[in-house]
Protein backbone atom coordinates (compact mmCIF):
# COMPACT_ATOMS: atom_id res chain seq x y z
CA UNK A 1 0.00 0.00 0.00
CA UNK A 2 1.69 3.56 -1.21
CA UNK A 3 1.02 6.00 1.18
CA UNK A 4 1.70 9.91 0.43
CA UNK A 5 3.03 12.31 2.69
CA UNK A 6 1.28 15.68 2.52
CA UNK A 7 3.18 18.50 1.66
CA UNK A 8 2.47 21.33 4.18
CA UNK A 9 2.34 24.82 3.21
CA UNK A 10 5.32 26.75 4.15
CA UNK A 11 5.32 31.13 4.94
CA UNK A 12 8.84 33.11 3.90
CA UNK A 13 9.08 36.49 3.86
CA UNK A 14 10.29 38.57 0.62
CA UNK A 15 10.84 41.75 -1.30
CA UNK A 16 8.63 41.90 -3.79
CA UNK A 17 11.18 43.37 -6.70
CA UNK A 18 8.93 43.79 -9.44
CA UNK A 19 6.53 46.30 -7.59
CA UNK A 20 8.78 49.49 -7.12
CA UNK A 21 7.23 52.68 -5.67
CA UNK A 22 8.35 55.94 -6.80
CA UNK A 23 10.48 56.66 -3.38
CA UNK A 24 12.48 53.65 -4.83
CA UNK A 25 10.94 51.38 -2.26
CA UNK A 26 9.59 47.90 -2.38
CA UNK A 27 6.88 46.38 0.05
CA UNK A 28 7.91 43.52 2.02
CA UNK A 29 5.12 40.47 1.71
CA UNK A 30 4.49 36.82 2.76
CA UNK A 31 5.03 34.15 0.13
CA UNK A 32 2.50 31.13 0.89
CA UNK A 33 3.35 28.38 -0.42
CA UNK A 34 1.65 24.53 -0.76
CA UNK A 35 1.71 22.16 -3.90
CA UNK A 36 4.24 24.11 -5.87
CA UNK A 37 2.06 26.99 -6.23
CA UNK A 38 2.48 30.70 -4.05
CA UNK A 39 0.33 33.21 -3.11
CA UNK A 40 1.51 37.15 -2.03
CA UNK A 41 0.18 38.90 1.25
CA UNK A 42 1.43 42.03 1.32
CA UNK A 43 2.45 43.36 4.89
CA UNK A 44 1.69 46.97 4.04
CA UNK A 45 5.44 47.57 4.65
CA UNK A 46 8.28 48.94 2.11
CA UNK A 47 12.07 49.36 1.88
CA UNK A 48 14.58 49.86 -0.49
CA UNK A 49 16.63 47.52 -1.33
CA UNK A 50 19.70 48.35 0.13
CA UNK A 51 18.35 48.12 3.85
CA UNK A 52 16.52 44.62 2.88
CA UNK A 53 18.76 41.48 3.71
CA UNK A 54 18.14 39.02 1.33
CA UNK A 55 19.45 36.02 3.33
CA UNK A 56 17.86 36.59 6.22
CA UNK A 57 14.73 38.31 4.70
CA UNK A 58 14.89 40.69 7.27
CA UNK A 59 15.65 44.55 7.36
CA UNK A 60 19.23 45.40 7.52
CA UNK A 61 20.49 47.14 10.72
CA UNK A 62 21.17 50.31 8.15
CA UNK A 63 16.91 50.46 8.03
CA UNK A 64 16.03 53.29 10.52
CA UNK A 65 13.70 51.15 12.81
CA UNK A 66 15.54 47.80 11.95
CA UNK A 67 14.40 46.62 15.33
CA UNK A 68 10.65 47.72 15.13
CA UNK A 69 9.93 46.40 11.78
CA UNK A 70 12.02 42.75 12.18
CA UNK A 71 9.99 42.57 15.11
CA UNK A 72 6.66 42.83 13.34
CA UNK A 73 7.85 40.75 10.32
CA UNK A 74 8.84 37.85 12.20
CA UNK A 75 5.15 37.95 14.65
CA UNK A 76 3.36 38.34 11.34
CA UNK A 77 5.18 35.24 9.54
CA UNK A 78 4.85 32.96 12.78
CA UNK A 79 1.23 33.74 12.93
CA UNK A 80 0.80 32.70 8.97
CA UNK A 81 2.24 29.91 9.82
CA UNK A 82 0.64 29.00 13.00
CA UNK A 83 -2.98 29.61 10.94
CA UNK A 84 -1.70 27.84 7.75
CA UNK A 85 -1.31 24.34 10.13
CA UNK A 86 -4.51 24.95 11.86
CA UNK A 87 -6.55 25.10 8.32
CA UNK A 88 -4.71 22.34 7.27
CA UNK A 89 -5.18 20.09 10.29
CA UNK A 90 -8.84 20.91 10.74
CA UNK A 91 -10.27 21.95 7.28
CA UNK A 92 -10.94 19.59 4.29
CA UNK A 93 -10.12 22.64 1.59
CA UNK A 94 -6.77 24.08 2.03
CA UNK A 95 -5.07 25.05 -1.50
CA UNK A 96 -3.13 27.71 -1.14
CA UNK A 97 -5.80 30.17 -2.42
CA UNK A 98 -7.62 28.85 0.79
CA UNK A 99 -5.00 29.46 2.71
CA UNK A 100 -4.33 32.97 2.05
CA UNK A 101 -7.60 34.22 2.14
CA UNK A 102 -7.89 32.48 5.47
CA UNK A 103 -4.82 34.78 6.80
CA UNK A 104 -5.93 37.57 5.74
CA UNK A 105 -9.29 37.82 6.49
CA UNK A 106 -12.17 38.64 3.90
CA UNK A 107 -12.66 42.02 5.54
CA UNK A 108 -8.48 43.32 5.76
CA UNK A 109 -7.85 44.04 2.45
CA UNK A 110 -7.28 47.81 1.78
CA UNK A 111 -8.10 49.10 -1.66
CA UNK A 112 -5.59 52.13 -1.61
CA UNK A 113 -2.72 49.68 -0.24
CA UNK A 114 -3.70 47.43 -3.37
CA UNK A 115 -3.70 50.55 -5.82
CA UNK A 116 -0.22 51.13 -4.56
CA UNK A 117 0.82 47.97 -6.23
CA UNK A 118 -1.26 48.69 -9.44
CA UNK A 119 0.42 51.96 -9.69
CA UNK A 120 3.86 50.60 -9.01
CA UNK A 121 3.43 47.93 -11.94
CA UNK A 122 2.43 50.53 -14.54
CA UNK A 123 5.49 52.43 -13.66
CA UNK A 124 7.37 49.05 -14.31
CA UNK A 125 5.54 48.71 -17.89
CA UNK A 126 7.21 52.28 -18.69
CA UNK A 127 3.45 53.26 -18.51
CA UNK A 128 4.01 56.60 -17.34
CA UNK A 129 1.22 58.93 -18.76
CA UNK A 130 -1.21 56.47 -17.49
CA UNK A 131 0.34 56.37 -14.06
CA UNK A 132 0.64 60.04 -13.86
CA UNK A 133 -3.09 60.13 -14.66
CA UNK A 134 -4.56 57.33 -13.02
CA UNK A 135 -2.71 58.61 -10.00
CA UNK A 136 -4.69 61.82 -10.28
CA UNK A 137 -7.42 59.97 -10.38
CA UNK A 138 -6.85 58.25 -7.20
CA UNK A 139 -5.86 61.21 -5.04
CA UNK A 140 -9.07 62.83 -5.82
CA UNK A 141 -11.39 59.62 -4.62
CA UNK A 142 -9.02 59.95 -1.35
CA UNK A 143 -9.99 63.49 -1.18
CA UNK A 144 -13.54 62.62 -1.71
CA UNK A 145 -13.69 60.41 1.20
CA UNK A 146 -11.28 62.53 3.09
CA UNK A 147 -9.58 59.53 4.33
CA UNK A 148 -6.67 57.20 3.27
CA UNK A 149 -7.73 53.71 4.00
CA UNK A 150 -10.43 52.32 2.75
CA UNK A 151 -11.81 48.51 3.02
CA UNK A 152 -12.87 46.43 -0.04
CA UNK A 153 -16.15 45.57 2.19
CA UNK A 154 -16.91 49.31 2.48
CA UNK A 155 -16.34 49.91 -1.55
CA UNK A 156 -20.02 49.38 -2.02
CA UNK A 157 -22.76 50.80 -4.74
CA UNK A 158 -23.96 53.90 -2.36
CA UNK A 159 -20.24 54.81 -2.31
CA UNK A 160 -19.70 54.74 -5.53
CA UNK A 161 -22.73 56.87 -6.90
CA UNK A 162 -22.38 59.43 -4.15
CA UNK A 163 -18.66 59.69 -5.66
CA UNK A 164 -20.15 59.81 -9.40
CA UNK A 165 -22.19 62.61 -8.47
CA UNK A 166 -19.65 64.14 -6.20
CA UNK A 167 -17.30 64.62 -10.05
CA UNK A 168 -20.16 65.57 -12.21
CA UNK A 169 -22.41 67.92 -9.71
CA UNK A 170 -19.43 69.46 -7.62
CA UNK A 171 -15.79 69.15 -9.96
CA UNK A 172 -18.50 69.58 -12.89
CA UNK A 173 -16.51 67.14 -15.27
CA UNK A 174 -17.80 65.09 -18.46
CA UNK A 175 -19.95 62.32 -17.87
CA UNK A 176 -16.98 60.27 -19.79
CA UNK A 177 -14.33 61.39 -17.54
CA UNK A 178 -16.57 60.16 -14.46
CA UNK A 179 -16.42 56.96 -15.96
CA UNK A 180 -13.04 56.90 -16.15
CA UNK A 181 -12.33 56.84 -12.38
CA UNK A 182 -15.19 54.05 -12.37
CA UNK A 183 -13.40 52.49 -14.67
CA UNK A 184 -9.88 52.89 -12.74
CA UNK A 185 -12.18 51.58 -9.27
CA UNK A 186 -13.30 48.78 -11.06
CA UNK A 187 -9.83 47.69 -12.67
CA UNK A 188 -8.22 48.25 -8.94
CA UNK A 189 -10.80 45.92 -7.35
CA UNK A 190 -10.59 43.31 -10.51
CA UNK A 191 -6.60 43.71 -9.71
CA UNK A 192 -7.29 42.62 -6.18
CA UNK A 193 -9.65 39.94 -7.00
CA UNK A 194 -6.84 37.96 -9.02
CA UNK A 195 -4.22 38.82 -6.82
CA UNK A 196 -5.13 39.09 -3.91
CA UNK A 197 -8.36 36.85 -3.91
CA UNK A 198 -10.51 39.88 -2.25
CA UNK A 199 -14.42 37.88 -1.75
CA UNK A 200 -16.89 38.76 -4.90
CA UNK A 201 -19.49 39.08 -2.47
CA UNK A 202 -19.08 42.70 -2.19
CA UNK A 203 -18.53 43.31 -5.92
CA UNK A 204 -20.21 46.21 -6.66
CA UNK A 205 -20.10 46.35 -10.37
CA UNK A 206 -22.17 44.42 -12.93
CA UNK A 207 -26.19 43.98 -13.79
CA UNK A 208 -28.33 45.77 -10.86
CA UNK A 209 -25.03 47.99 -9.60
CA UNK A 210 -22.69 49.74 -11.14
CA UNK A 211 -22.88 49.51 -14.85
CA UNK A 212 -19.94 50.84 -16.57
CA UNK A 213 -21.49 52.62 -19.93
CA UNK A 214 -19.47 55.42 -22.15
CA UNK A 215 -21.43 57.98 -23.11
CA UNK A 216 -21.49 58.80 -26.66
CA UNK A 217 -18.90 61.06 -27.14
CA UNK A 218 -18.91 64.55 -30.31
CA UNK A 219 -16.14 64.10 -32.30
CA UNK A 220 -15.42 66.89 -34.77
CA UNK A 221 -13.22 67.66 -37.02
CA UNK A 222 -12.08 70.22 -39.87
CA UNK A 223 -13.30 70.56 -42.62
CA UNK A 224 -11.58 70.43 -46.14
CA UNK A 225 -11.93 74.68 -46.59
CA UNK A 226 -10.49 74.71 -42.76
CA UNK A 227 -7.40 72.73 -43.49
CA UNK A 228 -6.63 74.95 -46.33
CA UNK A 229 -6.56 78.11 -44.18
CA UNK A 230 -3.98 76.26 -42.12
CA UNK A 231 -1.85 75.40 -45.03
CA UNK A 232 -1.87 78.94 -46.33
CA UNK A 233 0.51 81.59 -45.60
CA UNK A 234 -0.96 83.56 -42.71
CA UNK A 235 1.19 85.78 -41.19
CA UNK A 236 1.38 84.19 -37.78
CA UNK A 237 4.21 83.98 -35.57
CA UNK A 238 7.33 81.28 -36.15
CA UNK A 239 6.27 79.01 -32.93
CA UNK A 240 2.32 79.31 -34.13
CA UNK A 241 4.07 78.27 -37.66
CA UNK A 242 5.81 74.95 -35.91
CA UNK A 243 2.68 73.83 -33.67
CA UNK A 244 0.33 74.34 -37.34
CA UNK A 245 3.45 72.11 -39.30
CA UNK A 246 3.02 69.82 -36.80
CA UNK A 247 -0.79 69.36 -36.75
CA UNK A 248 -0.38 69.19 -40.70
CA UNK A 249 2.24 66.16 -40.73
CA UNK A 250 -0.25 64.66 -38.13
CA UNK A 251 -3.24 64.92 -40.64
CA UNK A 252 -1.20 64.17 -43.70
CA UNK A 253 -0.14 60.48 -42.07
CA UNK A 254 -4.12 60.05 -41.06
CA UNK A 255 -3.60 61.58 -37.70
CA UNK A 256 -0.48 59.50 -36.19
CA UNK A 257 -0.42 61.17 -32.53
CA UNK A 258 1.13 64.02 -31.32
CA UNK A 259 3.97 61.70 -29.20
CA UNK A 260 5.01 60.25 -32.23
CA UNK A 261 5.35 63.45 -34.58
CA UNK A 262 7.41 65.47 -32.03
CA UNK A 263 9.82 61.95 -32.09
CA UNK A 264 9.53 61.80 -35.69
CA UNK A 265 13.20 61.33 -36.65
CA UNK A 266 14.54 61.78 -40.01
CA UNK A 267 16.07 58.38 -40.62
CA UNK A 268 12.19 57.47 -40.50
CA UNK A 269 11.92 58.49 -43.75
CA UNK A 270 13.41 56.45 -46.45
CA UNK A 271 12.43 56.09 -50.10
CA UNK A 272 9.81 58.08 -49.84
CA UNK A 273 7.71 56.15 -47.02
CA UNK A 274 7.84 57.11 -43.83
CA UNK A 275 8.64 54.10 -41.37
CA UNK A 276 8.13 54.71 -37.85
CA UNK A 277 6.60 52.08 -34.65
CA UNK A 278 3.67 53.28 -32.71
CA UNK A 279 4.11 54.88 -29.42
CA UNK A 280 0.99 54.02 -27.94
CA UNK A 281 0.81 50.06 -29.46
CA UNK A 282 4.68 49.47 -30.82
CA UNK A 283 3.09 48.83 -33.84
CA UNK A 284 5.20 49.26 -36.92
CA UNK A 285 3.52 51.78 -40.08
CA UNK A 286 4.41 52.45 -43.10
CA UNK A 287 2.78 55.18 -45.48
CA UNK A 288 4.14 56.71 -48.59
CA UNK A 289 5.10 60.59 -48.35
CA UNK A 290 2.57 63.05 -49.37
CA UNK A 291 3.50 65.77 -51.63
CA UNK A 292 2.09 68.63 -49.06
CA UNK A 293 4.42 66.69 -46.44
CA UNK A 294 7.18 66.77 -48.42
CA UNK A 295 7.23 70.45 -48.35
CA UNK A 296 7.19 70.51 -44.11
CA UNK A 297 9.98 68.25 -44.94
CA UNK A 298 11.76 70.37 -47.01
CA UNK A 299 11.37 73.17 -44.84
CA UNK A 300 13.01 72.14 -41.94
CA UNK A 301 16.05 70.12 -43.81
CA UNK A 302 17.80 73.14 -43.80
CA UNK A 303 18.37 72.61 -39.79
CA UNK A 304 19.08 69.14 -39.79
CA UNK A 305 22.35 67.56 -38.60
CA UNK A 306 22.60 64.12 -38.98
CA UNK A 307 20.20 61.16 -40.05
CA UNK A 308 19.19 60.45 -36.49
CA UNK A 309 18.03 63.83 -35.91
CA UNK A 310 14.71 64.94 -34.80
CA UNK A 311 12.55 66.54 -37.81
CA UNK A 312 10.66 69.26 -35.24
CA UNK A 313 12.18 71.12 -32.13
CA UNK A 314 10.55 70.34 -29.44
CA UNK A 315 12.52 67.64 -27.92
CA UNK A 316 15.91 68.34 -29.09
CA UNK A 317 18.85 68.15 -26.65
CA UNK A 318 16.37 65.85 -24.70
CA UNK A 319 17.69 62.58 -23.18
CA UNK A 320 15.13 60.17 -25.94
CA UNK A 321 16.54 56.83 -23.97
CA UNK A 322 14.89 58.32 -20.39
CA UNK A 323 11.11 56.96 -21.18
CA UNK A 324 9.67 58.61 -18.16
CA UNK A 325 11.47 62.06 -18.97
CA UNK A 326 10.22 62.24 -22.51
CA UNK A 327 6.29 61.14 -21.26
CA UNK A 328 6.53 64.39 -18.72
CA UNK A 329 8.42 66.55 -22.04
CA UNK A 330 5.61 65.63 -24.18
CA UNK A 331 2.89 66.41 -21.68
CA UNK A 332 3.98 69.96 -21.74
CA UNK A 333 4.89 70.07 -25.48
CA UNK A 334 1.32 69.19 -26.22
CA UNK A 335 -0.19 71.92 -23.92
CA UNK A 336 2.34 74.15 -25.39
CA UNK A 337 1.39 73.27 -29.36
CA UNK A 338 -2.55 73.23 -28.17
CA UNK A 339 -2.31 76.70 -26.69
CA UNK A 340 -0.49 78.12 -29.82
CA UNK A 341 -3.16 76.30 -32.58
CA UNK A 342 -6.13 78.14 -30.24
CA UNK A 343 -4.57 81.43 -31.17
CA UNK A 344 -4.18 80.35 -34.88
CA UNK A 345 -8.00 79.14 -34.94
CA UNK A 346 -9.16 82.72 -33.53
CA UNK A 347 -7.17 84.47 -35.85
CA UNK A 348 -8.29 82.55 -38.56
CA UNK A 349 -12.03 82.67 -37.56
CA UNK A 350 -11.90 78.47 -37.48
CA UNK A 351 -14.59 77.98 -34.69
CA UNK A 352 -14.17 74.80 -34.05
CA UNK A 353 -11.83 73.34 -31.15
CA UNK A 354 -8.42 73.32 -32.68
CA UNK A 355 -5.79 70.65 -31.14
CA UNK A 356 -3.16 68.37 -31.72
CA UNK A 357 -6.07 65.25 -31.24
CA UNK A 358 -8.18 66.94 -33.85
CA UNK A 359 -5.95 66.18 -36.67
CA UNK A 360 -6.91 62.93 -36.05
CA UNK A 361 -10.37 63.89 -36.50
CA UNK A 362 -10.25 65.82 -39.26
CA UNK A 363 -9.11 63.19 -41.57
CA UNK A 364 -11.90 61.24 -40.28
CA UNK A 365 -14.22 63.79 -40.99
CA UNK A 366 -13.12 64.87 -44.85
CA UNK A 367 -12.18 61.01 -45.46
CA UNK A 368 -15.99 60.57 -44.53
CA UNK A 369 -17.62 57.90 -46.99
CA UNK A 370 -15.11 58.17 -49.51
CA UNK A 371 -12.88 55.24 -48.57
CA UNK A 372 -13.69 51.77 -47.86
CA UNK A 373 -13.63 50.89 -44.04
CA UNK A 374 -11.24 48.32 -44.56
CA UNK A 375 -8.42 50.58 -45.61
CA UNK A 376 -9.29 53.40 -42.94
CA UNK A 377 -8.37 50.62 -40.55
CA UNK A 378 -4.96 50.23 -41.76
CA UNK A 379 -4.63 54.11 -41.94
CA UNK A 380 -5.60 54.09 -38.30
CA UNK A 381 -4.06 51.28 -37.37
CA UNK A 382 -6.70 50.28 -35.72
CA UNK A 383 -7.01 46.39 -34.40
CA UNK A 384 -9.91 45.64 -34.95
CA UNK A 385 -12.39 46.33 -37.74
CA UNK A 386 -15.04 47.21 -35.35
CA UNK A 387 -12.84 49.79 -33.78
CA UNK A 388 -12.52 51.61 -37.11
CA UNK A 389 -16.36 51.18 -37.89
CA UNK A 390 -17.07 53.21 -34.23
CA UNK A 391 -14.57 55.92 -34.79
CA UNK A 392 -15.67 56.92 -38.56
CA UNK A 393 -19.60 56.57 -37.21
CA UNK A 394 -18.92 60.17 -36.42
CA UNK A 395 -18.08 61.54 -39.57
CA UNK A 396 -19.82 58.89 -41.91
CA UNK A 397 -23.38 60.98 -43.26
CA UNK A 398 -24.31 61.05 -46.50
CA UNK A 399 -26.61 58.57 -46.35
CA UNK A 400 -28.62 59.56 -42.77
CA UNK A 401 -28.34 62.98 -44.63
CA UNK A 402 -29.72 61.47 -48.24
CA UNK A 403 -32.87 59.55 -46.38
CA UNK A 404 -33.77 62.67 -44.18
CA UNK A 405 -34.13 65.12 -47.25
CA UNK A 406 -35.84 62.02 -48.93
CA UNK A 407 -38.84 62.44 -46.61
CA UNK A 408 -38.51 65.92 -46.13
CA UNK A 409 -38.26 67.46 -49.42
CA UNK A 410 -41.69 67.08 -50.95
Do not use: C
Request: net charge positive.
Amino acid sequence: MLITQRVMATVKIVLRKNYQKKDGTFPIALRLTKDRKSKFLFTGEYIHLKDWDETKGLAKKSHPNSARLNNMLLKKVTEAHDMALEIEANEKKHSVSTIAKKIVGEDKYDFFKVSEIFLANLLKRKKFNQHYNQEKRLNIFKAFLGRKELLFTDLDVTLLKGFEAYLLYERKVAPRTAINYLMLIRTIYNFARKEFKVDDKNYPFGKGKIQIKFPETEKIGLNREEVLLLEMENGITPAQQHAVDAWLMSFYFAGIRVADVVQLKWSDFKDNRLYYRMGKNKKLVSLAVPDKAKKILDFYSTMRKNKNDLIFPYLKGADLKNEKHVATRIKTITRNLNRRLEIVAENLGIEKKLSMHIARHSFGNISGDKISIQMLQKLYRHSSITTTVNYQSNFMHKETDDALEKVINF
